[in-house]
């Protein structure tokens, strides 16, 4: 006997084991052929999947959120039963969805190219015509080995093989494919109207570069054209803002050989990163934070204490300094928490906020680079609350405060994620309680809407994680806000209490933008190189019709550089026409003409970077008007 609980609270019995499918069939004939699957106890699920105890059910169609996990996932297997047929020599790894559609990584012997994914694709379409279910089936561990290897599959069979020896092996069946997978997938092809393939790459085996490189293949599906449509018309929009090509266009940043996945930032890009990083500095000194700066290098035993030696190694740097052996710093926290110990602390003292802009490194395999956003040294904004434990909640509350400051400034829109205890963990069970307990107070009193990410917390502590909407619709996490009970622990961190006993601070973890690097990244793409007037590397530009009225020019720009303006001049011989063009490509704000009518009014003529023209003004007025505009940090998404 077993109860399933429905969302509106009401309850049903069953007292024998029961599908998924015949379960939602209860309901309604109709909500059964509509779903494409469920969340049983928050857990995502197919209409294959035999249900046989207690449990909360939300049914899932095609217009719930996590529905097309389960699509995508389908679509993956039905890509892979199409390169089986094309290609029988082909051995299959893994083909999971993905935030954006899904991927298999497949060892094929020849490199495929634009021409192949079409035949590829024209072969899924064909599949889905004919129709076949997805069936599953449920073998022995020792009969899943036979069975993969005697189709000489290796990749699945070291997969088994890794598995514990008396699981029993979920396979999933679509014609004439079978694959080693848990599910969750739909009943048939059929739903899967609109495909396309988008790209090819490599991909080692399980991330490891000593393994094989295997030929990863991406695609996206819908259950209609038009939503296939709109998402590669979104997908020229995403390619027209890549910060990579507009980095190159406005002169921000480069990638070189000598240092890969290493930017080089150049005069145009200091200045936006100057201006960013002047905000936020300002942002936290007001709210309390001391700056510091802690070293790059620090010896290997501080890591082997404060855990990273254990859970981060692969991704170090390591180096000898006089026989000693020492890393590169992958995180901030060890050296905010050595400036915490260099002094005796009250609790009066606390909270005690130390923020810092702190350059780290971490290895990241070369084909995992991505420009500003996968690369191997970047700058955390991180800071470090230290505070008792009767503080928690209201510093986590502040955070949540200045979160939201920040993220407005730019336009952004944002979803919060709370992160608790992962398998590879530090501390007590009692200890992750409490933390994630406070972190889930924090964000209710807020009245926070957010989602329960099971099992992604950091290794010494539950984290609150933003997920950041751009202009165009995409998500990107760059925010955190951690709990630590195991760092204080490690390092004996004290404070000496009201009653005179030496007691144990709480430490919060903190980093907003994240990376600065790839959050300037975001900000290229979210504002398609059109940044707001405060950011903007050249703010306006003078454009002197002919060189005879240089010189006015030169006066003009004198005033606008007299009040910190970062205003330029356009000396070339070319007409204005082409002059106001070339201005506009660089996204320059604002074009300021200038000649013998300008010049006899002791006015100048402006032009916005969307064409409009402004009324004639003196220079002074719309200095003012410049000022005010930085002043108030407006924006316009485009």
């Known amino acids: 006997m077993f109860t399933i609980t429905y969302p509106d609270g009401a309850t049903r019995e069953y007292s024998e084991a029961k599908k998924m499918k015949e379960i939602i069939a209860d309901i309604s004939e ?15 699920v197919d209409k294959h999947t035999t249900i046989n105890e207690d449990g909360a059910l939300e049914v899932l169609k095609m217009d719930h959120p996590r529905a097309m996990e389960i699509f995508w996932h389908s679509s993956a297997h039905l890509m892979a039963y199409a390169i089986q047929r094309l290609y029988p020599e082909a051995k299959f790894s893994i083909g999971p969805s993905i935030d954006n559609g899904f991927y ?61 020896e008396d699981e029993q092996i979920s396979l999933y069946h679509l014609g004439e494919f079978t694959d080693l997978c848990r599910g969750p997938h739909l009943e048939d092809v059929k739903q899967i109207k609109a495909i396309k393939l988008l790209s090819v790459a490599g991909a080692y085996w399980r991330g490891d570069e000593k393994n094989k490189m295997l030929t990863r293949i991406y695609g996206i599906t819908f259950p209609k054209k038009k939503e296939l449509d709109e998402y590669l018309t979104r997908l020229e929009e995403a390619k027209r803002r890549d910060h990579r090509k507009i980095g190159r266009d406005l002169d921000l940043f480069s990638f070189h050989e000598e240092g890969p996945g290493f930017p ?29 700066k802690t070293p790059m290098i620090l010896n290997e035993a501080l890591w082997h204490q404060s855990g990273h030696w254990d859970h981060y190694q692969e991704n170090m740097y390591f180096t000898k300094i006089d026989d000693g052996d020492y890393a590169i710093k992958p995180m901030n926290c060890p050296g905010s928490i050595l400036v915490y110990q260099s002094d005796m602390h009250s609790y009066r003292d606390l909270p005690i906020k130390l923020m810092e802009f702190g350059q780290v490194h971490r290895h990241e395999l070369s084909g995992a680079l991505h420009g500003l956003f996968r690369v191997r040294t970047f700058t955390q904004d991180d800071a470090h609350v230290f505070c008792l434990p009767s503080q928690i909640q209201e510093e986590i509350r502040k955070i949540i405060d200045l979160a939201d400051d920040l993220y407005t400034t730019f336009g952004f829109q944002y979803k919060v994620e709370l992160s608790t205890q992962p398998e590879d963990s530090m501390g007590s069970a009692e200890q992750w309680e409490v933390a994630t307990n406070a972190l ?3 964000l209710d009193e807020k009245g926070l809407a957010y989602e ?62 994240g990376s600065i690097e790839r959050f300037m990244g975001i900000l290229i793409e979210h504002f398609a190189g059109k940044f707001p007037l405060w950011l903007a590397p050249v703010q306006g530009i003078i454009l002197p019709i002919s060189e005879k009225y240089h010189d006015y020019a030169k006066k003009v720009q004198k005033e606008f550089e007299a009040q910190g303006l970062r205003v330029s001049m356009d000396e070339r011989s070319e007409k204005i026409g082409k002059k106001i063009r070339d201005a506009q490509v660089r996204q320059i704000n604002y074009m300021i003409v200038v000649g013998e009518k300008e010049e006899n009014s002791g006015t100048i003529s402006v032009r916005k970077r969307s064409g409009e023209e402004l009324d004639p003004m003196s220079a002074e007025s719309f200095i003012a008007q410049m000022n005010a505009e930085i002043e108030a940090k407006s924006y316009e998404l485009q």
């Open 30 to 44: 109709g909500l059964e052929r509509a779903s494409v699957g469920a969340l049983f106890n928050d857990k995502l």
């Open 104 to 164: 298999y990584d497949v060892d094929l012997e020849e490199q495929l190219g634009t021409d192949d994914l079409e035949a590829i694709e024209k072969e899924m379409k064909a599949i889905v015509k004919e129709g076949p279910k997805f069936t599953k089936e449920i073998l022995s561990r020792e009969a899943a080995l036979e069975l993969f290897k005697e189709k000489n599959e290796p990749y699945k069979l070291e997969l088994i093989e890794d598995l514990p």
């Open 264 to 292: 080089f930032f150049h005069g145009n890009g200091m200045i936006l990163r100057n201006e960013l990083e002047s905000y936020w500095r300002n942002l936290q000194l007001e709210r309390g934070y001391r700056e510091i």
């Open 440 to 442: 889930k107070n924090a």
């Open 452 to 513: 329960i990410n099971e099992g992604d917390g950091a290794f010494y502590g539950p984290k609150i994680d933003y997920h950041l909407e751009d202009a165009i619709g995409r998500t990107w996490q760059c925010g955190t806000i951690q709990l630590d009970f195991q760092m204080p622990d490690r390092f004996g961190l004290e404070y000496t209490a009201e009653d005179g006993s030496k007691q144990q601070p709480v430490m919060i973890h903190r980093a907003l933008l």
